[in-house]
């Protein structure tokens, strides 16, 4: 049994390290076209925080997704304040796209449904040690 949760754990934390990954990967896209010179985050700067932008639009469909990554190539203001988002003339729209996914899933880090899996392993951990 004590080998089963091994294994459980195991599995637990190269998940966590995938996903670390992607966000190192997207996060240095956002630093190659400058995204962080402007927003941080969980701080407004210039722009809102990346966790606030994610609050806001969690549960965005494609057609939101589009339209916030349109946004972030062309720029745009009115949504957090008086201060416009200058347009990112180098971003791609796949990039955008990349982009704009990334900023949405920080709200999600928090979302108790992220922590179910964890929950789920110690009430199994719990039960092979009875
Ligand atoms: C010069 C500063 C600046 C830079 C650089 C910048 N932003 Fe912004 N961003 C802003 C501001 C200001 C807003 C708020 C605009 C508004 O109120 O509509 C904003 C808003 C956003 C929003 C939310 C849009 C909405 O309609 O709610 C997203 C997503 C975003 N930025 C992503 C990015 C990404 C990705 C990059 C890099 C490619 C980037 N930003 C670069 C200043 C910047």
Redesign the pocket.
Known sequence: MRNATKLLAGGIISAALFTGGLVQANEDL?KK???L???QIDKKV???AYKE?AA?YKGADDAQIAA?AD??MKG??????P????P?AN?TPEEATT??KW?LSMAEEAAPAAAAPAAEAEAKTEEAAK
């Open positions: 956002a076209h400058a995204c010179a402007c927003h210039v722009g809102p932008v806001k916030l946004k972030v745009g203001a009115g949504v957090w304040g201060i416009p988002m200058p990112n971003v982009l704009v900023v």
